[in-house]
């Protein structure tokens, strides 16, 4: 029977077979990256008539080789690493990941990580210095999440529709348009549709579940014990990235939590056993969720069926393409 250490040890090798080190780097001409780039990698597994089986690597340029993140038996939060804030300049451009980086000049803004601040917090840290001289913890550098942001958004427009105070069937207007709640839900998740999640931060905002004094959604993930999924200081006008003081450095995902809180989504899943582990949303308000989930149509970066038949085409996770993006040819 596989155990939580063989899972992590797959995961690992899995990394140094594919030599993310040598990745071809736009910005230097593609030449190979200058440093290892980050990668936060978690995975749960729920065999049949077996306990679950987890596990979480991270690698880095500070851990090239890898760390194994700690998980107690109840699945709770890592232990062994200190997550520290992505960074940008002046100019609101993320600096951490660019090829002259200079990780050892860097004052580094810790993220709470079992409760506490939401976020960064205004104290920083030396690059080179230990995270916490009473611990062996080691540094993540926690990279923007990009997109999957999507998710805690739409998660909290059903926390909304179980407080209720926002309806799936409800119209709502964003620049210039009116449509469902479902409906900019359902091209924020399919289709990753900027302008929906910018609509659907409008949405949080206006109805009091996220703002600079009231965040529903933290308090909700802080009750779960998810405190590395954050999103900070987006704006009632849906503002959500760099430019709105919201995006790079504000707004947390780590894949452990990631995966957690997609368990805790999963109807079919055992129940979850780390402390305050709960269903996060009601059956009402997660079905459609899940659903747009199921539906999604970008299978091309981790699965890579949309590229099937593209020169150059490299086999990725399967999955199954929804027939709604296929057309009657058979192309996606």
């Not at 803004?109 to 001289?133: E, K, W």
């Not at 450095?249 to 995966?259: E, L, N, P, V, Y």
């Amino acid at each position: 029977m596989i155990t939580n250490d063989d899972l992590a040890a797959g995961l690992l090798a899995a990394v140094h077979d594919l030599d993310f080190g040598a990745t071809a780097d736009s910005l230097r001409g593609g030449a190979a990256v200058a440093q290892m780039p980050s990668l936060d990698l978690a995975l749960v597994a729920f065999p049949s008539g077996a306990p679950p089986v987890w596990a979480n690597v991270l690698v880095s340029r500070d851990h090239p080789r890898g760390v194994v993140a700690r998980i107690g038996p109840d699945a709770g939060s890592v232990s062994n690493v200190s997550y520290v804030a992505d960074q940008t300049n002046r100019e609101l451009v993320s600096t951490a990941w660019l090829p002259d980086a200079d990780w050892s000049t860097t004052r580094w803004l810790p993220l709470a990580t079992r409760g506490g601040a939401a976020g960064a917090t205004t104290a920083s840290i030396d690059a080179d210095a230990d995270v916490d001289a009473d611990t062996d913890d080691e540094r993540f550098v926690v990279p923007y999440p990009a997109s999957l942001l999507k998710l805690m958004v739409a998660v909290g427009v059903g926390i909304g529709v179980d407080a209720g105070v926002i309806s799936y069937a409800d119209a709502w207007s964003f620049a210039g348009r009116s449509r469902s709640v479902a409906d900019w839900c359902e091209d924020m998740i399919t289709i990753s549709g900027n302008d929906s999640t910018s609509a659907m931060v409008a949405l949080l905002h206006q109805r009091r579940l996220l703002g600079p004094e009231r965040n529903v959604l933290h308090a909700r993930f802080d009750a779960l014990g998810l405190h590395l999924l954050r999103i900070n200081n987006t704006q009632a006008d849906g503002g959500w990235g760099n430019a709105a003081g919201a995006g790079v450095g504000q707004i947390h995902m780590s894949a452990w939590d990631t995966t957690r809180l997609l368990w805790l989504l999963d109807p079919d899943a055992p129940a979850a056993p780390w402390r305050g582990a709960q269903p996060i949303l009601s059956a009402a308000a997660r079905d459609p969720l899940l659903g747009w989930l199921r539906d999604q149509a970008l299978h091309e970066i981790l699965s890579s069926t949309v590229l099937a038949g593209v020169p150059g085409w490299v086999a990725g996770m399967p999955a199954q393409l929804p027939a709604r993006w296929i057309d009657a040819s058979g192309a996606a």
